[in-house]
């Protein structure tokens, strides 16, 4: 396995840091004020800039294997609809017919010719267009070319469907939007990974409480103690700030071996869990042999759904192969657990007036990069 230049720095800081006993540290500290946690019109600020110009993962490409397999996503407050066509490509709709507005398609997947809205049974073609309608006499004069379903913006990346869930009139070219993540994500072919698990949790915390879990490592050997603090070097994480996104590499103890080592023959992943923040809400986190892509997403004033699937290189063709990631599955469900305990007390904390501002540490990096890359897209300085 080839090592990039940046993530020979990686090792190289790591290393660095941790015979001075230090950490990487931001400048200065930040205090955040907790409205950004629990203020309604700050979330409605989030949810029509954030989460309506901005792509969100919403599945595998194997979701979405066929043509005529579909699915249909609710979670960002926008119905939408997303096919597989004839020819192969993943297409976006709102899931709203063009007649009178009825709810296209209510499966949550499936595979469909066409799709028939249960009104009055206009008929749509996977690509959207309006195929046909009973008693067409009475509609002659509308311009059928016009009506097909809305579309949204729709890519397929690193094996991944990101939707924009609202009409645009631009195309966002996703290869310079992911930017320096583009050679190293696509060259893990997460296209070609197999589902292991795929779950959804809808949790009693903002949004980006849950977000903020993954920032930082600060809070390993304390709220997982008995799971993930043994697995990497304690408060010990390099940010590299891929503005708006984040690259968080999570050294495993054993990367101390390297220093030992000819740089010549250094691997990077068998080293590191990758936590990979792909703005706004977006998180590819790689572990040493798999990866888990989750998408957190914002469902009222202190409640969020938590999306998340688990990727591993093939099929489990063994029995022990099963076990072997079911374990990993079982694991990464309590450590997940343990962090959104702790956010729903939080949450829960947020209206006693205990706390005006949250404190971020220096040690904190991925806090102060990500509350600075909301920050930015709210004041319309990032675009996609
Ligand atoms: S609302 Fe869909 S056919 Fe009438
Ligand atoms: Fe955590």
Same mark, same amino acid.
């Given at each position: 396995m080839s090592i990039s230049t940046e993530e020979r720095r990686i090792i190289q800081d790591v290393l660095d840091l941790s015979r001075r006993k230090t950490t990487q540290m931001f400048p200065q500290m930040m205090e955040n004020p907790v409205a950004r946690y629990n203020d309604p019109k700050q979330l409605e600020q989030e949810i029509n800039i954030l989460f309506r110009n901005f792509p969100i993962i919403i599945a595998h490409a194997s979701d979405l294997a066929q043509p005529g397999d579909f699915l249909t996503h609710d979670d960002t407050g926008v119905p939408i609809l997303v096919s597989r066509t004839q020819t192969g490509k993943v297409k976006a709709f709102l899931n709203v017919c063009r007649h009178r507005g009825a709810r296209i398609e209510d499966r949550p997947c499936g595979n469909a010719r066409t799709f028939s809205c249960p009104y009055h049974a206009w008929t749509y073609g996977l690509d959207g267009a309006l195929r046909g309608m009973p008693h067409p006499s009475g509609f002659e004069d509308a311009d059928r070319e016009t009506l097909g379903l809305v579309e949204l913006p729709c890519y397929e990346h690193f094996g991944m469907i990101w939707v924009v869930p609202s009409?645009?009139?631009?195309?966002?070219?996703?290869?310079?939007?992911?930017?320096?993540?583009?050679?190293?994500?696509?060259?893990?072919?997460?296209?070609?990974?197999?589902?292991?698990?795929?779950?959804?949790?809808?949790?009693?915390?903002?949004?980006?409480?849950?977000?903020?879990?993954?920032?930082?490592?600060?809070?390993?050997?304390?709220?997982?103690?008995?799971?993930?603090?043994?697995?990497?070097?304690?408060?010990?994480?390099?940010?590299?700030?891929?503005?708006?996104?984040?690259?968080?590499?999570?050294?495993?103890?054993?990367?101390?071996? &390297?220093?030992?080592?000819? @740089?010549? /023959?250094?691997?990077?992943?068998? +080293?590191?869990?990758?936590?990979?923040? %792909?703005?706004?809400?977006?998180?590819?986190?790689?572990?040493?042999?798999?990866?888990?892509?989750?998408?957190?997403?914002?469902?009222?004033?202190?409640?969020?759904?938590?999306?998340?699937?688990? &990727?591993?290189?093939?099929? @489990?063709? /063994?029995?022990?192969?099963?076990? +072997?990631?079911?374990?990993?599955?079982? %694991?990464?469900?309590?450590?997940?657990?343990?962090?959104?305990?702790?956010?729903?007390?939080?949450?829960?904390?947020?209206?006693?007036?205990?706390?005006?501002?949250?404190?971020?540490?220096?040690?904190?990096?991925?806090?102060?990069?990500?509350?600075?890359?909301?920050?930015?897209?709210?004041?319309?300085?990032?675009?996609?």
């Open positions: 009409v645009q009139d631009k195309e966002i070219d996703m290869t310079s939007w992911v930017g320096p993540f583009e050679e190293y994500l696509g060259g893990l072919d997460l296209g070609a990974h197999h589902v292991f698990q795929k779950w959804a949790l809808h949790r009693k915390m903002s949004w980006r409480l849950a977000l903020e879990g993954f920032q930082e490592t600060y809070h390993f050997c304390s709220a997982h103690r008995h799971t993930a603090c043994a697995g990497y070097l304690d408060n010990q994480s390099v940010h590299l700030n891929f503005n708006p996104h984040v690259r968080h590499a999570v050294p495993l103890p054993k990367v101390l071996e &390297l220093q030992d080592q000819d @740089p010549q /023959t250094w691997e990077y992943r068998p +080293y590191f869990m990758d936590q990979n923040y %792909l703005f706004p809400a977006n998180f590819v986190q790689v572990m040493t042999d798999h990866v888990y892509v989750h998408t957190i997403i914002p469902t009222g004033p202190g409640t969020c759904v938590f999306q998340c699937m688990m &990727l591993i290189p093939e099929e @489990p063709k /063994t029995e022990k192969a099963k076990q +072997y990631w079911q374990k990993n599955y079982d %694991l990464i469900r309590v450590v997940f657990n343990e962090d959104f305990e702790i956010g729903e007390g939080i949450q829960k904390g947020l209206s006693t007036g205990a706390n005006q501002h949250f404190v971020f540490g220096k040690y904190e990096c991925g806090l102060h990069l990500g509350q600075k890359s909301i920050d930015d897209a709210l004041a319309g300085k990032i675009v996609a």
